[in-house]
């Protein structure tokens, strides 16, 4: 039987890292690699299972790949601590276990949100498509942080049923993630050299929004799609403006 690793990285996630490794009761091991968590995350993680690693935070994709490299299984199934391998999921990846994974190198899963206790079903985030199962050996994160992906050596595969994500239960826990998200955004494309014209500042935002609103039919979700689909545009707006500022910053260092 092909080893499944299961991997999590964490920073104060007691709210949600048991739900998510009760999800993985059926892989071989549970891999925590913890940044220095302040609340129960640790602890709880133990006591569901896991065996957990500190790492001082490295960046997103820095730390995905060090979870990888504690591992022991031939395949890695990387969750973050805020989502849930459904019982559908976890028979179709059972049944696709058995069958050598259909000579596949990865899968993608296709990804359900929760948005302030609505299920987001239009606006570009379902079915929103992760590649979160794959072979050790065949796949890395890469990407651009904060939004990693995996880079895939070899043919990938689609699971029909889907994870789910409990992402933003508050406004509060929203804002809580947006100002270190656009501020890691704008940071690395700056050191990719991507820099703003004015138009794109102005424009861009505007954009964003009949994009996922209108587009992408977010309407059909209620107020929680047209609030999702403003803070979509704010998004862009101050992590472009965060570049806008970096960019400035540098100007007057030369």
């Given at each position: 039987?092909?080893?499944?690793s299961?991997?999590?990285?964490?920073?104060?996630?007691?709210?949600?890292i048991v739900?998510?490794?009760?999800s993985?009761?059926?892989?071989?091991e549970?891999?925590?690699?913890?940044?220095?968590?302040?609340?129960?995350?640790?602890?709880?993680?133990?006591?569901?299972?896991?065996r957990?690693?500190?790492?001082?935070?490295p960046?997103?994709?820095?730390?995905?790949?060090?979870?990888i490299?504690q591992?022991?299984?031939?395949?890695?199934?990387?969750?973050?601590?805020?989502?849930?391998?459904?019982?559908e999921?976890?028979?179709?990846?059972?049944?696709?276990?058995?069958?050598?994974?259909?000579?596949?190198?990865?899968?993608y899963?296709?990804?359900?949100s929760?948005?302030?206790?609505?299920?987001?079903?239009?606006?570009?985030?379902?079915?929103?498509?992760?590649?979160?199962?794959?072979?050790?050996?065949?796949?890395?994160?890469?990407?651009?942080?904060?939004?990693?992906?995996?880079?895939?050596?070899?043919?990938?595969?689609?699971?029909?049923?889907?994870?789910?994500?409990?992402?933003?239960?508050?406004?509060?826990?929203?804002?809580?993630?947006?100002?270190?998200?656009?501020?890691i955004a704008?940071?690395e494309?700056?050191?990719?050299g991507?820099?703003?014209?004015?138009?794109?500042?102005?424009?861009?935002?505007?954009?964003?929004?009949?994009?996922?609103?209108?587009?992408?039919?977010?309407f059909?979700?209620?107020v929680?799609?047209f609030?999702?689909?403003v803070?979509s545009a704010?998004?862009?707006l101050?992590?472009?403006?965060?570049?806008?500022?970096?960019?400035?910053?540098?100007?007057?260092?030369e």
């Amino acid at each position: 039987m092909i080893k499944i690793s299961a991997t999590v990285i964490t920073k104060n996630e007691q709210d949600n890292i048991v739900r998510c490794l009760r999800s993985l009761s059926f892989v071989d091991e549970a891999v925590v690699v913890d940044s220095q968590s302040s609340d129960l995350t640790v602890r709880l993680a133990e006591a569901n299972g896991a065996r957990v690693i500190i790492n001082p935070w490295p960046g997103h994709i820095q730390q995905k790949n060090f979870a990888i490299e504690q591992t022991t299984g031939d395949w890695i199934l990387s969750l973050d601590a805020d989502e849930e391998i459904t019982t559908e999921l976890r028979e179709e990846i059972e049944a696709a276990r058995k069958e050598g994974f259909y000579g596949r190198e990865g899968f993608y899963f296709p990804r359900q949100s929760m948005f302030l206790g609505r299920w987001i079903k239009h606006g570009g985030w379902y079915p929103d498509y992760h590649l979160r199962l794959f072979k050790k050996e065949s796949g890395r994160f890469g990407g651009m942080n904060p939004h990693d992906k995996v880079d895939l050596k070899g043919r990938a595969g689609h699971f029909k049923n889907h994870m789910l994500h409990y992402t933003y239960p508050s406004l509060e826990a929203y804002f809580e993630r947006f100002n270190s998200y656009t501020g890691i955004a704008a940071g690395e494309l700056f050191k990719k050299g991507r820099r703003l014209s004015p138009f794109k500042i102005v424009f861009s935002p505007p954009a964003a929004f009949v994009k996922m609103y209108l587009l992408k039919l977010g309407f059909l979700d209620g107020v929680e799609g047209f609030i999702l689909s403003v803070f979509s545009a704010h998004y862009v707006l101050v992590k472009n403006l965060k570049l806008w500022e970096l960019e400035n910053i540098e100007g007057r260092r030369e």
